[in-house]
């Protein structure tokens, strides 16, 4: 079984910085991508960022493009996003999640298999 727990969230001033991490276990080969995704209040789960997990190609939202960062370490089992530069819109709780087998859609949420409980960033003004 697949577990997924995410940590680094908090409370910022606009034009900081964050770190996440998501701590995995149970995963097998079939893992193909590692996720972030976020939810604000009221809205809709939006894709993050996405990673491989064995060849490290990286995947961004349009609007955390230049500013946040998905890296892994396999050894860890651990995928982190480097948070700079936030703005208030970045509010949000910030879940990681695992998508397995190929050939889906890796930016949409209902594609991915397992998720962690979610951490709150909140960024103010």
């Known amino acids: 079984q697949v577990q997924l727990v995410e940590s680094g969230g908090g409370l910022v001033q606009a034009g900081g910085s964050l770190r996440l991490s998501c701590a995995a276990s149970?995963?097998?080969?079939?893992?193909?991508?590692m996720g972030w995704f976020r939810q604000a209040p009221g809205k809709d789960r939006e894709f993050v960022a996405a990673?491989?997990?064995?060849?490290?190609?990286?995947y961004y939202a349009d609007s955390v493009k230049g500013r946040f960062t998905i890296s892994r370490d396999n050894a860890k089992n651990t995928v982190h996003l480097q948070m700079n530069s936030l703005k208030p819109e970045d509010t949000a709780v910030y879940y990681c999640?695992?998508?397995?087998?190929?050939?889906?859609?890796?930016?949409?949420?209902?594609?991915?298999?397992?998720w962690g409980q979610g951490t709150q960033v909140t960024v103010s003004s």
């Open positions: 149970g995963l097998t080969f079939s893992t193909i991508f």
């Open positions: 999640a695992v998508q397995r087998y190929y050939y889906r859609n890796r930016f949409n949420a209902d594609e991915y298999d397992y």
């Open positions: 990673i491989t997990w064995t060849g490290g190609s990286s």
